[in-house]
């Protein structure tokens, strides 16, 4: 996910829209030749990420920094680990120092908000998956964080995974005519994409079961005691996926409901970023 032109073109643009036409602090009285060196310290537990976004920044503004990394990403860290370093003109680090700051502690908040999230399911067979409430232009960098804190990515966008919501079904008229419209369509155009759908009701699950291949139903906005139900009824069919209004203190009831897959849209779109600190040695 890192190696990706959309991650090299945000990096571009968060440049652009930081230095504009100079840091003039910086350029003002840091002599242009000065060397310099700096270290990542870390200011409170968590879990690493955005070690490897952080190397693309320095190679990307200036490939003459050499960083050398001392914790990898999806590592445990506590308050006075020095993540890495990095010497070379000063001016460049200087120049950096912000924006690989905002990605390093915004993705080691998201590794860390998923890292709690998968210690509550222990010693179940229930796994965490996102969603797709991510920063416009940060999703690629924000599912890898939730990789790297123990989660499991759902579909990256619209494009590589059928997902057959509420509104689809409304709008198609019903559970029956939005599959057999969704399997019309990949049969005409040539597509082996998995099938996802959303159920509301126990009703729901009975209908979409008559459908062969079928990946996965979410069961949406059910109650622990409702999944319990809507689970037995599934009997193993296909895989089982419980969202919304999930929270810390109800997820542990819903993995004990049996549900192969959790989906938490908290994991990226209401986290608290991680305190790390870029200075100069």
Known sequence: MIDNPLVDELI???LREDIGDGDHTTLSCIPHNLQGRARL?????GILCGV???RKVFQKFDPTLHMEVLIADGTPIHKGDV???VSGKSISILQTERLLLNFMQRLSGIA???NEYVKLLEGTNTRILDTRKTTPGMRLLEKYAVRMGGGLNHRIGLYDMILIKDNHIDFAGGVTAAITKTKD????NNKNLEIVVEARTLGDIREILQFDGILRILIDNFTPE?????????NGKVQTESSGGITKESIRAY????VDFISIGALTHQIRSLDLSLKAY
Not at 185 to 188: A, N, S, T, V
Not at 255 to 258: F, K
């Open 41 to 45: 310290l870390v200011k409170e537990d």
């Open 52 to 54: 490897e976004v952080a």
């Open 12 to 14: 571009n643009i968060a």
């Open 226 to 234: 409702e999944t319990k139900e809507a689970i037995a009824l599934i």
């Open 112 to 114: 860390t908000q998923t």
């Open 185 to 188: 369509y990949l049969k005409q």
């Open 83 to 85: 993540v890495f370093t």
């Open 255 to 258: 993995a004990e409901s049996g």
